[in-house]
């Protein structure tokens, strides 16, 4: 009989979590598609934003689209795109609701905290990324080899760039929040980070071939901030990782 309790507790208590996950679920879905429409009127501007960096090498100013609904549909994307960032605060906060429960309290000091700092980061890497890598790199891919070639940028590809490159250097600028996390959790340690510091290096090295645009400039513009934001976390682990 007391088998019997255990398992329809069980079952009430994943019936109560999964219920849990969809409520937070729709509600996150609800702010972003609330982010979205409000993106949808400013996405002129927020698309003259983004093509602000590459402009300068256009030879009517204007990047192409090749299809009558292609202009529409980029739009559309920057607009859940933009909705998406400009919502973050409020579905991570429903994220953070759903595992906060399942948290002990020194844990959900840190995951606060990898929740604030990483959205910060996330931020300050796609900001490097506008303001420093795209004006070099395009500078260096568009005047490459003289100028009798006139560019013809479609719109789609231009998009898919951005974002991909963007987000790209985001990520990059979360390793700190990510080891430092670790470190906190005693996952990982100082001396570990620094005993493999040149596997590390060979590994960014890989990535960052395998992540930027194929070219050299654009490697070195994600290897340089990969290998400062190790050093970043070796020292923040060092910091605030759990001592032995």
């Known amino acids: 009989m007391s088998a019997q309790k255990t398992n329809e507790t069980e079952s009430m208590g994943l019936v109560q979590h999964i219920a849990e996950l969809r409520f937070r679920l729709t509600r996150a879905a609800l702010f972003i598609l609330i982010g979205t429409i409000v993106c949808w009127g400013f996405s002129e501007h927020i698309f003259n934003i983004i093509r ?40 991570l906060y429903q994220l953070w609701k759903f595992i906060s429960p399942a948290l002990y309290k020194n844990e959900k000091k840190y995951a606060a905290g990898f929740i604030l700092f990483g959205t910060f980061q996330f931020i300050l890497g796609v900001v490097f990324c506008y303001f420093i890598v795209f004006p070099m790199a395009f500078k260096f891919l568009m005047t490459f080899g003289g100028d009798i070639d006139k560019p ?12 991909q490159t963007a987000v790209i250097f985001g990520l990059t600028f979360e390793m700190p929040v990510v080891i430092t996390f670790l470190g906190a959790m ?28 194929p070219d050299a400039l654009s490697m070195v513009l994600l290897l340089v901030p990969l290998w400062v934001m190790y050093e970043i976390s070796v020292f923040m682990v060092g910091m605030f990782g759990k001592k032995s």
Do not use: C
């Open 152 to 163: 013809m940028i479609t719109i789609d590809s231009y998009l898919g760039f951005f974002t």
């Open 52 to 91: 602000h960096p590459i402009q300068p090498y256009l030879p009517n100013g204007g990047l192409v689209f090749t299809g009558p609904i292609d202009k529409f549909m980029a739009h559309i994307k920057l607009a859940f795109i933009a909705g998406m960032i400009l919502s973050a605060p409020l579905w």
């Open 186 to 213: 005693g996952l990982i340690s100082q001396e570990f980070l620094k005993k493999n510091r040149r596997y590390a290096v060979v590994f960014m090295t890989i990535l960052s071939a395998i992540a930027a645009p």
